[in-house]
């Protein structure tokens, strides 16, 4: 979002590898000393991949490079290669349809449309809610208000640390949309801060990033709130 707003570039982000990479490790490291030091218990059935599943892979890697060359270089919003992207899987799940065997009900039947509906469904009302709720207190003024107490009273550094600590429990995604509603004047060095604080603090919740609404949402009943606060000793 930062990146679509003009305020950093794309190659400025790399900044944040061995960041993210030290917040990544330190609390990897205290989690580990809370796993048992026993093996677990290995599955004796042979797993295999379904037909098709490394081109899959492979056209998610397109699409994220399809979304980044598209504002790199022809200057169209990132939406539009990832729409790309999801051409390129509808049309290949189209060939393994039609290239099945009718045996095999796994491909006759298989609807893309219904795969990224059971994914997305909940993490797009989710997201429908909150970022509603920021345009509104954007639009009646106490985002500004809100602007004025962060950056003007407390200092760009702390305000942004405390809105990526905020992350955890509102989401990554309406925090940055707030700010970059708030438009605060940052340098570039805080505006990859404000980044770094909301994509690694929004983890520290499992309502604090898509991805962990995403999974609550495919996990019905087994990854829930609460058992993310239970942590590795579930």
């Known amino acids: 979002m930062v990146w679509q707003s003009g305020h950093a570039t794309f190659f400025d982000f790399f900044g944040l590898f061995f960041p993210s990479v030290v917040n990544y490790l330190i609390p990897a490291a205290i ?66 349809r039609m290239t099945s065997d009718e045996h095999d009900e796994d491909f006759t039947t298989f609807n893309i449309f219904n795969k990224v509906a059971q994914a997305e469904w909940d993490t797009l009302f989710f997201f429908f809610g909150v970022i509603f709720c920021v345009g509104g207190l954007g639009f009646i003024g106490y985002l500004d208000l809100a602007s004025a107490y962060l950056y003007g009273g407390w200092g760009a550094t702390v305000a942004n640390i405390t809105l990526g600590v905020a992350s955890a429990i509102i989401d990554n995604i309406p925090v940055m949309f707030a700010v970059l509603t708030m438009n605060p004047d940052m340098d570039l060095y805080q505006w990859m801060l404000i980044t770094l604080t909301t994509g690694v603090s929004g983890s520290m919740l499992s309502i604090g990033s898509a991805a962990g609404v995403a999974l609550m949402g495919q996990a019905r009943g087994i990854y829930t709130f609460f058992s993310h606060l239970n942590g590795p000793g579930l």
């Not at 004796?44 to 490079?65: H, N, P, S, Y």
């Not at 790309?84 to 799940?93: E, H, K, R």
């Open 31 to 96: 989690m580990s000393l809370a796993i048992p030091k026993v093996n677990p218990r290995t599955a004796t059935d042979e797993v295999q991949l379904k037909r098709g599943a490394l081109i899959i892979c492979a056209l998610f890697l397109a699409t994220i490079t399809t979304a980044v060359c598209f504002e790199q270089f022809l200057h169209l919003p990132p939406f539009m290669g990832m729409m790309t992207g999801l051409s390129y899987l509808l049309f290949y799940a189209y060939y393994l």
